[in-house]
């Protein structure tokens, strides 16, 4: 009897991604606010014994702290640093890039970006950046097209597109301009029946929706009760803010609330020279433990080192220099965008008129300052700036339109004479006049927004 083996051998090979511990934790910091990045220096100081905190007479003499001292006008920024810092290859630069690497799981701009760049054409990537950053933290896209369309110099077909593709993008009802029209975006490839008079509820009784009134809905479609309260049903699943679910640490403020905000930048000018201050800790204010230190060296020219104790100094001293490092990391961030923001945007940092903010976007910084859009965006999410009027901003408005024609709205009417002020039509054209093109509409729907009086109440009051 004869028998007979096969054999073969199978080798698979793969790759797999291997995130580096310092990389998510120097993600983590650049994300944090000032008030935050404190609580987290406090806490780490905790957690960490071979962490601590130096006292002021010991603080470490940084090159940057000598040159503020004996020579301040070295550190003041010029065009020839943002040249010599472009021109430098990648491998020469400052580790400035470990968060490139880390997917931008909890921005939704991010997110968005992900999805949308890929589906438009190379050409239209910078008016897809564009319309992303119009997009609001709940997920509506704040801009009318034909705006977008004009402050990109795209056409109105390039720029309905690229929008088009965007509300195709997840979560479902992103890039709405309405409750309504988000809901109907959620709904607009439900088939079924109680999804086609789900859509027709949206559409034409949001009201009977609210109130609960079946019976006008049953007659009106000569349908049985229990589809009406199915389509109820399925309407109230839907979500009204389908962007509030990527605000993780991450979160915009509300620019109109800014009581007892801290700066987490400050720009500011003085004898003619600016000056960049990144708040909150200075990573030259801690230090890695010199028992630690000492230890850890002991332990090494020990031929027998107790494991135990060789694993746990070497883990927290490694775990003290890259907490280290990562505040070192976000600084040198924040201090690039800062320079980049006098550079580009000076005349609004001097005087803080917002008729002079040119349209910004993060990718278009992150390319400049030759960093990943991912990092701009942790750097600056949910942060506050002073500008040189001592004024204090959210970052948002050097990246969100919609809100530089708010404060320009705002700035007119706050100037107007209160018996004769202006109508909205008067409020476009002095907008137009300083460059800014809108329709009578959008300046109705950005004064409402800003909770602004119509010209005739605004006379009676």
Known sequence: MRQSFNTSQKVHLGTEVRVDPRVILSSHILQLTRQELEAAVESELSDNPALERLEEDEELETQERILKTVAPLELAPSSEDFEFHKSLPPDDREQSDWVDLVPAFDSLW??????????????????????????????????????????????????????????????????????????????????SVEGKLAKAIVRNHLDDLQARRTTRIVRR???????????????LSLNPFPGEGYRV?????????????????????????????????????????????????????????????????????????????????????????????????????????????????????????????????????????????????????????????????????????????YSDEQIAKMLAAKGVIVARRTVNKYRDKTKLLSSHKRRSA
């Open 110 to 191: 991010d997110h968005l970006r992900g999805q949308l760049l890929p589906l438009v054409p190379s050409s239209l990537a910078d008016l897809a950046n564009y319309v992303i950053d119009c997009v609001n933290e709940k997920g509506y896209l704040e801009t009318p097209v034909e705006e977008i369309a004009l402050e990109t110099g795209s056409s109105l077909e390039e720029a309905e597109s690229v929008v088009a593709e965007l509300r195709n993008c997840e979560p479902a009802g992103v890039g709405a301009t309405s409750l309504q029209d988000c809901l109907l975006l959620q709904l607009r490839n439900d088939m």
């Open 221 to 235: 479609y000569r349908v049985m009760p229990e589809v009406v309260e199915a389509a109820f049903e399925l309407i």
């Open 249 to 421: 640490d991450c979160h915009q403020p509300n620019p109109s609330n800014r009581s007892g905000v801290t700066p987490d930048l400050t720009l500011a000018i003085r004898e003619g020279v600016w000056e960049i201050e990144v708040r909150g800790v200075d990573p030259a204010s801690l230090a890695v433990s010199r028992s630690y230190l000492k230890r850890q060296k002991e332990l090494e020219e020990m031929p027998n080192a107790p494991k135990d104790e060789k694993r746990h100094v070497n883990e927290y001293v490694q775990r003290a220099n890259n907490f280290i490092q990562s505040l070192a990391q976000r600084r040198r961030t924040l201090r690039m965008i800062g320079e980049y923001l006098i550079s580009h945007q000076g005349s609004f940092v001097s005087t803080g008129r917002y008729q002079f903010l040119s349209p910004l976007t993060r990718s278009g910084l992150a390319h400049d300052i030759g960093v990943h859009e991912s990092t701009v965006s942790r750097a600056t999410m949910g942060k506050f700036v002073q500008i040189a009027t001592g004024e204090v901003v959210p970052f948002e408005v050097f990246f969100k339109p919609a809100l530089r024609v708010q404060k320009m709205i705002e700035e007119i009417t706050a100037t107007e004479n209160p018996r004769s002020p």
